[in-house]
């Protein structure tokens, strides 16, 4: 008990003083048609040789031999078909099961959120590997931009106080402003090795400061919050940890639906969903730190209908 309160103290004192970086990811499955035809091979159903099929040689009557044909005949047509249509569901799952490995599924979109500033997303404009090579630098680009603006707030509040405007100095201070963040992620091995494998697979560079080697005790550097909740090991998703420190929970859309909106041309609703996981996720780990959760990370429940209320 005493080194859990020693902890919980530890996260307090370090969120006073720590510059988070929150950040959530999409991913969809595999655009490559051949690991798609390696699925449909893998389970790919024979249909049944209904020549091949013998009437059961204890029969001798003509009229019952070809009743006994034709039942055995009609079965296999029944389980051929029950075996094309649970082919059809198994390649459906082992498929969208690509979006969970680095190797084959592809990050569609990306949003993060420096501190207490606004969440910004960053998504591919096609399914291309190009477009994703692209986000990819866009937001690398665009976290070390965030840093960037960090240090210039802190270095410009600084120097007015100091009565200093001078090019050099401003220089000089962002400098000793400009600190590692530490990176706040739910089920964080996840997103930000997920992140670091696609880059290294697209061929883009990221931040030298990047946490992929991180554990999950290197608080300075990594901040969990499913571990941080649940233990080393253990689960909980951000939705349910939302609703058990009463926060707004996951409204209209959940991940498993991001492939079938993506599929529909329906960014947009991917967009708002990753941008109001970072919000969550801030909430959440503000909660655990000690601090307020944000007026700015409001999340918008909308009101059930009377039908849905029933329903409910």
Not at 129 to 158: I, N, P, R
Not at 163 to 178: A, F, K, N, P, T
Request: with cysteine; proline share 4%.
């Amino acid at each position: 008990m005493t080194h859990s309160f020693s902890h919980y103290e530890q996260m307090s004192r370090q969120g006073q003083t720590a510059l988070y970086l929150y950040i959530d990811i999409e991913t969809i499955p595999s655009q490559d048609p051949a690991v798609l035809d390696a699925i449909r091979a893998k389970h790919m159903v024979a249909e049944p040789d209904l020549t091949a099929i013998e009437a059961d040689k204890r029969l001798t009557d003509p009229a019952k031999i070809a009743a006994d044909l034709e039942k055995k005949r009609v079965k296999a047509v029944e389980d051929y078909v029950d075996a094309v249509e649970k082919s059809k569901s198994d390649i459906n799952t082992e498929y969208r099961r690509t979006a969970l490995d680095a190797s084959t599924g592809q990050i569609v979109c990306a949003s993060a959120a420096l501190a207490d500033r606004d969440v910004h997303c960053i998504w591919a404009h096609d399914l291309s590997a190009d477009a994703e090579k692209g986000m990819l630098q866009a937001l690398f680009e665009g976290l070390e931009s965030m840093l960037s603006e960090h240090a210039k707030d802190l270095a410009l509040a600084s120097l007015v106080e100091q009565g200093r405007s001078d090019i050099d100095s401003v220089r000089l201070e962002m400098q000793r402003h400009r600190v590692v963040p530490v990176v706040v992620a739910h089920h964080a091995g996840f997103d930000i090795r997920y992140i670091w494998q696609r880059a290294i697979i697209l061929g883009v560079t990221p931040p030298s400061w990047w946490p992929v080697d991180a554990r999950p005790w290197d608080t300075d550097r990594v901040f969990d919050t499913m571990t941080a909740w649940a233990g080393h090991g253990n689960r909980i998703g951000l939705d349910r940890l939302c609703k058990a420190l009463s926060l707004p929970g996951k409204t209209g859309v959940d991940g498993s639906q991001v492939w079938d909106l993506v599929r529909d041309g329906r960014i947009d609703d991917v967009v708002d969903y990753c941008d109001d996981d970072v919000r969550r996720l801030r909430s959440v780990h503000r909660r655990l730190i000690g601090l307020p959760v944000l007026e700015i990370d409001a999340i918008e429940v909308p009101d059930m209908g009377a039908a849905e209320k029933e329903a409910a």
